[in-house]
């Protein structure tokens, strides 16, 4: 991201500024940040107003329920970004490394499913299962991926055919992406968040959200093909698509 993206920053104060950078992937620039002189993260990226507003109106609905997430902070007008900037509270704690933390980890993404189960679904994004139809979809395009490997995708996907949809994080089973203390679990760095199948967000480590053998093969299955279709075509891509069974 160019430096000159950054003086957005200044709608949040004079006295707003950015103090050092986090990891944020590819996608975003991510620094901590002084709002208010309270510590916070700011992520600068390319994404349309539409899905900003998407992503900050979620994360102010989930904050309003109770679940532990990042929560916007309004520039001086009141805005929750501006110019692809968004501020947001420094959630503390770390990750999870334990069955039993795990565990709670689940529990979390089953209660965020269950507060988003009519919520619409993120401009420019397609579902696992629209995607057996559709092409293409926001960071996704499989016709840039081997054919063998999108048949093989696309049967994972058909699995998960009329279950019932809500939002999920996309990718939760990635320990950064949690902070943890002794009586809360928060998920942070929502770039992946779209309405789709819960089990794409249930495939954790040790089993943790307790699916039966089926269940838990189709959630495996499922996420493998969603990373290797969101990632391609990467060295994690190719390794999960690797884990896909041919058809």
């Known amino acids: 991201m160019s430096p000159i993206g950054w003086e957005a920053l200044g709608q949040w ?26 510590l916070a ?8 107003d539409a899905d900003l507003a998407w992503e900050t109106n979620l994360l102010q609905h989930l904050n309003r329920k109770g679940l532990s997430v990042p929560v916007p902070i309004p520039t001086i007008d009141g805005r929750l970004f501006a110019d692809g900037l968004v501020v947001m509270t420094y959630v503390e704690g770390g990750p999870p490394e334990t069955e039993a933390d795990w565990c709670r980890v689940a529990e979390a993404l089953r209660r965020l499913h269950r507060l988003t189960r009519s919520w619409p679904q993120r401009p420019g994004w397609r579902s696992s299962t629209d995607l057996l139809l559709a092409e293409a979809g926001t960071r996704i395009n499989l016709s840039a991926m081997p054919p063998e490997g999108v048949i093989r995708c696309r049967a994972a996907w058909a699995r998960l055919a009329g279950h019932q949809t809500c ?7 990635n320990p950064g992406n949690i902070r943890m203390t002794a009586d809360r679990v928060a998920f942070i760095d929502w770039d992946e968040a779209h309405v789709d199948v819960p089990d794409l967000d249930l495939a954790l480590p040790y089993n943790a959200a307790g699916l039966d053998g089926d269940a838990h093969d189709i ?16 060295d994690y891509a190719i ?9």
């Open 167 to 173: 939002v999920v994080h996309g990718n939760p089973g």
């Open 239 to 247: 390794r999960r698509l690797a884990e896909v069974r041919a058809v």
């Open 219 to 234: 959630a495996a299955q499922a996420s493998a093909a969603w990373e290797a279709a969101i990632c391609w075509d990467d």
């Open 41 to 48: 993260v700011g992520r600068l990226g390319a994404r349309s």
């Open 13 to 38: 104060g004079e006295d707003a500024a950015r103090i050092e950078p986090l990891a944020g992937g590819v996608a975003n620039d991510v620094w901590s940040v002084r709002v208010h002189e309270h």
